[in-house]
């Protein structure tokens, strides 16, 4: 069944706060320009008594080619660790000088909130609540395109292409998930 993004959030809502039983991992995946940041934006917003600890994945990709080296990179980094009860840090990019920019620090507790293409594979393994964003191919091209005034037209192709690789190859799809949303545009700026 596929809801809105407000079913959804309403509907993680609940799941997160079933105690003990609550998954304490939230996985949001999906093509780019689908509206995974807004649907995490809205979860961040529905939960303010939750200590979520958000990782975006646009702030680690390494780069236009690195979406699966970025989910691994989330995974090994932030997603074990944390689970774990351990510390966890993210690594972050800088998009401007096409570098690495250090590292982000969460301590642990409270629920981890993996948002981004690629998503999926960052937490695999992990017991999560996974959430599958979609929408139409012209509407999430038109959407993506549209948030980053033009510094995402000359990748569009081969980023679409890295992720329907990635969807391929990890069994990501609406079938591997617990919720599915269909959202419309994204609003915040965001490469994945």
């Known amino acids: 069944m596929t809801l809105t993004t407000a079913a959804a959030v309403a509907a993680a809502r609940r799941v997160l706060a079933d105690g003990s039983a609550a998954p304490r991992i939230v996985a949001v995946d999906g093509p780019s320009g689908a509206g995974k ?7 961040l917003a529905a939960l303010p008594a939750q200590r979520l600890r958000l990782v975006r994945l646009d702030d680690v990709y390494p780069g236009w080619s690195g979406l699966e080296q970025g989910a691994a990179l989330a995974a090994h980094h932030a997603v ?19 570098a690495p920019d250090g590292r982000d620090r969460m ?12 998503a999926f594979a960052a937490v695999a ?11 139409g191919d012209r509407e999430r091209k038109a959407a993506a395109l549209a948030r980053d005034e033009g510094r995402f037209d000359p990748f569009w192709e081969m980023w679409d292409g890295q992720w329907r690789r990635y969807a391929a190859r990890n069994g990501a799809s609406a079938r591997s ?11 915040r700026p965001h490469r994945g």
């Not at 301590?107 to 690629?118: D, F, H, N, R, T």
């Not at 393994?125 to 929408?135: D, K, S």
Request: proline fraction near 10%; include cysteine.
């Open 125 to 135: 393994g992990e017991v999560a609540l996974r959430v599958w964003m979609t929408a």
């Open 177 to 187: 998930a617990d919720f599915v949303v269909h959202a419309h545009s994204p609003s």
């Open 107 to 118: 301590p642990p507790g409270g629920v981890l909130l993996v948002e981004g293409c690629g």
């Open 37 to 43: 940041s807004t649907f995490a934006d809205a979860l």
């Open 80 to 98: 074990e660790p944390w689970s774990r009860g351990r510390p966890a840090t993210t690594p972050r990019w800088d998009w401007a000088a096409n």
